[in-house]
């Protein structure tokens, strides 16, 4: 960052403030052109900013009631059916779109889900070890040991998971385990530093101290394993669908999968394999453009990271 | 003085003929030899130096103190001389030639490798911390000699071992530790014998005793004394604690922001500073002897990279004798005798 | 006014309280702070001068003796009484980088401690706005240059004058100044000194002054007191000229004598003094600590503690049997330049 306005021969206040919006524009639009910086970090931020879209907007572009074709069953991919058709005759691209909406949604919400309770409950846990601690950190280390996917597969026989929310919810609360050890370690480090010390002597309060002097500094960690995390969380739910064991009352790319495979044998034939490959590349393509953009978000919070193109 | 001042304003070093370039002065036959380097960084603005059209020679035998504050480029100029200097810095003019070497800038790969170690001992800043965590000491030795193609390695400890001992240490106890059993004194001392093991003629020493205590510091400078004269080295000290490079070093270079500001025999320079920067340092340095009245802040700051002035004398921002000429070129270097310095108004008062 | 007592603390090594590797720190230390004074508090690394600036700001605890501040004992109260006293007492870090959070303008970090003071002192927004620039001015910055700004915008010099400023807005008794000066540029230091001093005279605060650099201590204002801490024990306590310039034991001579000595303004003391042996060492003695290493030990010197006292009719204390005057610190030329 270019302190060559600032910091040589002091300017009136006047010009001081115009210069310091000056240089907090350039920083904040520096900062921004991380995203785009590579040609990688280009493609990954389309590709995000298109399944975005795709989640929200995508499914209003198609009738609740997706047409089928009984003629037309694992179809090739065609002038009419670009991504070819499923075993109703339902067009691919048409289940893609509108099944991308409960993915999208609910790895957001778990991965929020998640980071929220590991978040609070690492900062807590850190700050204050002796009271809250260890206490914490055995809920923790509960959370952490209960197998996930196990747990949910059994869940799946009481809940339809009809809801993306439902469905983040669920992920969510048993995910975050590994983040709160992760903050736990990081706030117990920070609260040796200087400036924590300093604002314990001076008597600040534990609360302001927690969320506006640890927590901007842990920002980072944050903001990358919220990416991952909806990485890990899009594998999970599509996992669930894809064995089966949640009822396809909803139609989304897990349940394609399940389709594909089990019913058209997909696995090992070629029939329907527009079927299997597409919700596969898409999940695919997400999950490189999230990690690539992880890099970008630590070297956005991190200046020093930042190599000069 | 006034009169010289005046003169200085209207005719900046009108008493001698401005020299085409300070490296004609300077003595040929000197154990290294840096001329006109300049070594740059990119930044947002643009690539600016570090290190700027910097000329310097290193007396064989003799030990040569660099100073300089936080951002004055003198540990850039160090890893010059080892031809190391970080990515995404960049040596872009200037050479260093060093005797029985060439031009280091010149070296690259394995031929630059074999220089190392064995021609130039370096010791890092903090080398307490740049010892090898995972093994012991012994063995970082013997991994030094053999990447050296060293034949003897037996020859090679019992050399780490008496220099551990004449360093007043239990050689085969440090031998035979990890760098954690260590105190910081003793790990600096380990650095030191490090450097010197395979017989480099030229060592230099990156703020050998920053994070030392006073005695520890006392011992391992009388240390580096001590090997400097048994082994008829050449000794390049960087620091920014001039009391050190003032008991020790036998000529003293002052650097500011990326330039040699002032260089001489030391004692001279110490008691007759004629560069502005020199003179408010000593001033502004709280010391043991002396009138404590006596002492003045240097007003302003140490510039970083970015907060050099792009024309006229860098010093010129916090310089109580700047003149309207300070601000329109850089300073050519006056000599007087074996003291150079690069100043308008001091070369003025100097005839 | 702050007395220590004949504090003691000991850091459980690998074996427990009692076990062998448990460290004594400080081996019962009395240090008294008068009002307005500058007491500074010179040794080596592991010395205890850190523990004990860390003890007197209530980041650590201690195990024994007593500190009175203002009269009133902290050890007869609980520990979560004695933290409004300990407030009194603020600390100034040797590295004012750390000591500042980097994601925040230094106008942010002013703003929450001046909000605490302000509603102890029931005082408004506008109080804390004009005490922010008195007290910025006070330690000699620009308000304008300084408060829209990030920590690492500013120099080192800069950024321990706003860590001062800080400690400065809870109206603390005692500023603790750990290495306050040692990580910053040479050129820049005398200024933090001087103001430090300032503080005494203008804002009434008193300075305990930490560091294993002497010569910093002669900068802090007039009247300076120095305390020589070895191994968690004073041993020599008075006027700061007198040890410096007529040090009496023998371990302040070999810490004079260390100095570097600036050749060509300078010359060394003639009779410089240094400890023998490894200088590593830490060996437990039942006599004088400094026994094992002094080159002038006697045979009683390992009998018993040597207590403080004035013996050989120093004007200061010290904890040594044969103290002898010895010019160890270096002399500068008649009529140098500088």
């Known amino acids: 960052m270019s302190t060559s306005s600032i910091s040589s021969i002091a300017l009136p206040p006047e010009q001081l403030h115009e210069a310091l919006q000056r240089s907090r524009r350039q920083r904040a639009t520096r900062r921004w052109r991380l995203f785009v910086s590579t040609p990688g970090r280009i493609a990954a931020s389309v590709i995000i900013v298109f399944f975005t879209l795709m989640a929200i907007i995508g499914p209003y572009l198609y009738p609740k009631n997706l047409p089928i074709n009984p003629h037309d069953i694992y179809g090739a991919p065609s002038l009419a059916h670009p991504l070819g058709t499923d075993f109703e005759g339902t067009d691919v691209l048409a289940l893609l779109v509108t099944g991308s909406r409960y993915v999208l949604f609910a790895a957001a919400v778990a991965a929020v889900i998640t980071l929220g309770i590991g978040t609070l409950a690492g900062l807590a846990a850190g700050y204050y070890p002796r009271l809250a601690g260890s206490a914490i950190m055995r809920v923790a280390d509960f959370v952490l040991a209960i197998p996930g996917f196990p747990v949910l597969i059994v869940l799946a026989t009481i ?38 010390e300093a604002a314990r002597g001076l008597g600040l309060p534990g609360r302001r101290i927690i969320f506006a002097e640890v927590l901007p500094n842990i920002a980072p960690y944050i903001g990358m394993n919220l990416m991952l995390a909806v990485t890990a969380f899009i594998y999970t739910e599509v996992g669930l669908f894809f064995i089966g064991v949640v009822s396809y009352t909803t139609s989304n790319w897990g349940v394609m999968l399940n389709q594909a495979v089990f019913q058209a044998g997909a696995a090992t034939s070629t029939r329907g394999l527009s079927y299997l490959l597409s919700p596969l590349i898409c999940i695919l ?16 919070f991190n200046p020093r990271l930042r190599r000069i193109r | 003085m006034t009169a010289g001042a005046e003169a200085a304003r209207s005719e900046p070093a009108r008493s001698e003929p401005a020299p085409a370039r300070a490296s004609e002065h300077l003595d040929g036959s000197a154990a290294v030899r840096v001329r006109d380097l300049t070594v740059a960084f990119p930044t947002p603005d643009g690539p600016l130096p570090a290190v700027s059209s910097v000329s310097l020679d290193l007396v064989r035998g003799q030990i040569t103190g660099l100073v ?117 004194g003793m790990r600096q001392r380990v650095g030191i014998a490090l450097a010197l093991v395979l017989n480099a003629h030229l060592v230099i020493l990156d703020e050998p005793t920053t994070a030392l205590d006073m005695l520890t510091q006392a011992s391992v400078l009388e240390i580096i004394r001590k090997v400097h004269a048994r082994r008829h080295l050449t000794t390049l000290i960087i620091s920014h604690d001039i009391g050190v490079i003032g008991d020790l070093a036998d000529r003293i270079a002052v650097m500011y922001a990326g330039r040699i500001v002032e260089d001489g025999p030391t004692r001279q320079v110490l008691a007759s500073p004629r560069h502005p920067y020199t003179r408010g340092l000593l001033t502004a340095m709280p010391r043991i002897a002396g009138d404590i009245g006596q002492a003045q802040p240097l007003p302003g700051r140490p510039p970083d990279l970015t907060s050099i002035p792009r024309a006229g004398c860098v010093f010129r921002p916090r310089c109580p004798l700047a003149t309207d000429a300070c601000g329109q070129a850089e300073p050519p270097v006056t000599e007087r005798g074996d003291q150079r310095f690069a100043c308008f108004v001091a070369a003025g008062e100097a005839s | 006014m702050i007395e220590i007592r004949e504090l003691t603390k000991t850091f459980a090594g690998r074996g427990g309280m009692l076990g062998r590797s448990a460290v ?153 100044a750990d290495e306050a000066v040692s990580m910053i540029d040479v050129s820049l ?150």
């Open chain 1, 159 to 196: 809940w339809q998971f009809g809801s993306p929310v439902a469905m983040g919810f669920v992920m969510g609360v048993f995910g975050w385990g590994g983040i709160a050890r992760a903050v736990r370690a990081q706030t117990m480090s920070l609260r040796e530093r200087g400036f924590i």
């Open chain 1, 285 to 300: 393509l997400i999950t490189i453009s999230l990690v690539t953009l992880s890099g970008a978000v630590d070297e956005f």
């Open chain 2, 68 to 184: 300089g504050e936080s951002g004055s480029g003198k540990s850039t100029l160090a890893l010059t001389l080892l031809n190391a200097v970080s990515d995404p810095g960049r040596v872009t003019s200037g050479s260093v030639t060093i005797d029985g070497v060439g031009d280091v800038l010149a070296l690259h790969g394995k031929s630059l490798r074999r220089v190392r170690g064995a021609s130039i001992g370096y010791v890092f800043q903090a080398s307490q911390n740049s010892l090898n965590p995972l093994k012991p000491v012994g063995k970082q030795v013997l991994d030094l000699g053999r990447s050296h193609g060293v034949a003897d390695l037996r020859g090679l400890l019992r050399e780490a071992r008496s220099l551990l001992d004449d360093m007043g240490m239990n050689a085969e106890r440090v031998l035979a530790s990890y760098q954690h059993e260590l105190s910081g």
């Open chain 3, 24 to 176: 004594p720190a400080l081996r019962g230390v009395d240090v008294t702070i008068p009002d307005r004074g500058a007491v500074s508090l010179i040794g080596e690394s592991g010395c205890g001068k850190t523990t004990l600036g860390r003890i007197l700001c209530g980041l650590e605890p201690f195990d024994g003796g007593d500190i009175i501040i203002d009269g009133q004992s902290l050890r007869a109260l609980k520990p979560k009484d004695r933290v409004r006293y300990f407030r009194r007492v603020q600390m100034i870090h040797q590295d004012p980088y750390s000591a500042l959070n980097p994601t925040r303008t230094i106008g942010q970090i002013l703003a929450d401690p001046l909000a605490l003071r302000a509603r102890q002192r029931d005082a408004d927004r506008d109080w804390e706005r004009s005490r922010r620039a008195e007290l910025l001015e006070l330690v000699g910055l620009d308000p304008d240059y300084v408060l829209p700004r990030y920590p690492h915008m500013l120099s080192g010099g800069m950024r321990q004058r706003v860590v001062i400023a800080r400690a400065l807005t809870v109206d603390p008794e005692v500023l603790v």
């Open chain 3, 189 to 338: 230091r005398l200024g933090i000194l001087q103001l430090l001093g300032d503080l005494r005279a203008k804002v009434g605060v008193s300075v305990l002054f930490i560091t294993h650099d002497v010569a910093t201590a002669r900068y802090i204002g007039d009247g300076g007191e120095l305390y020589v801490i070895y191994r968690g024990m004073v041993i020599e306590q008075g006027q700061t000229d007198t040890i410096i310039h007529r040090p009496a034991h023998p371990y302040t001579q070999s810490l004079m004598s260390a100095i570097p000595v600036l050749r060509g303004i300078e010359n060394p003391g003639p009779d410089a003094v240094m400890p023998t042996g490894p200088l590593d060492e830490r060996v437990e003695s039942p006599g004088c600590l400094f026994e094992p290493r002094c080159p002038f030990a006697a045979a009683d010197c390992a009998a018993a503690v040597p207590r403080l006292s004035q013996l050989g009719g120093t004007e200061q204390q010290h904890a040594c049997l044969y103290p002898e005057r010895r010019s160890v610190v270096a002399v500068p030329f008649a009529g140098s330049a500088t």
